[in-house]
């Protein structure tokens, strides 16, 4: 079967020590490397304010992978995001071509140069 290209987003609970977010983040990444995922991209974002409160918490660890794998594999993968109790709140999303391209253009930084360069001749 043809592997598909995703991106998942997933938020750990702020009362996590920095070893045990790792461990956490540790987990997943073997949970997509078993499951015959080929992971593309990893971003950790660090700890960042939620849009809204969830389980009173407002504040999270938010973790990027992205990946290529098999569809059925999709549902396994969320299944371990709802057993765990320390994800808040997780996402996962197929990307077409569009989205692809996009993401590597962001990851090489197109989206920054264009910045620079009018920083540059604004001054």
């Given at each position: ?5 995703y ?9 996590l020590s920095?070893t045990?977010m ?14 015959g995922a ?5 971003e ?6 939620l849009?809204?409160?969830?389980q ?10 992205e990946?290529?794998?098999n ?9 371990e ?8 709140r997780?996402l ?5 071509k ?13 989206f ?5 360069k009018?920083?540059?001749a604004a001054?």
């Amino acid at each position: 079967m043809e592997l598909k290209q995703y991106e998942t987003v997933f938020i750990l609970t702020p009362v996590l020590s920095d070893t045990q977010m790792k461990d956490a983040v540790d987990k997943f990444r073997n949970i997509l490397k078993e499951g015959g995922a080929e992971i593309v991209n990893e971003e950790t974002w660090g700890l960042r304010k939620l849009a809204y409160e969830i389980q009173h918490k407002s504040t999270g660890f938010y973790t990027l992978f992205e990946f290529k794998a098999n569809p059925e594999f999709i549902a396994s993968l969320e299944t371990e995001y709802r057993r765990d109790e320390k994800v808040l709140r997780f996402l996962t999303l197929a990307l077409d071509k569009h989205a692809i391209e996009f993401n590597e253009r962001r990851r090489k930084g197109d989206f920054n140069k264009k910045e620079d360069k009018k920083e540059e001749a604004a001054s």
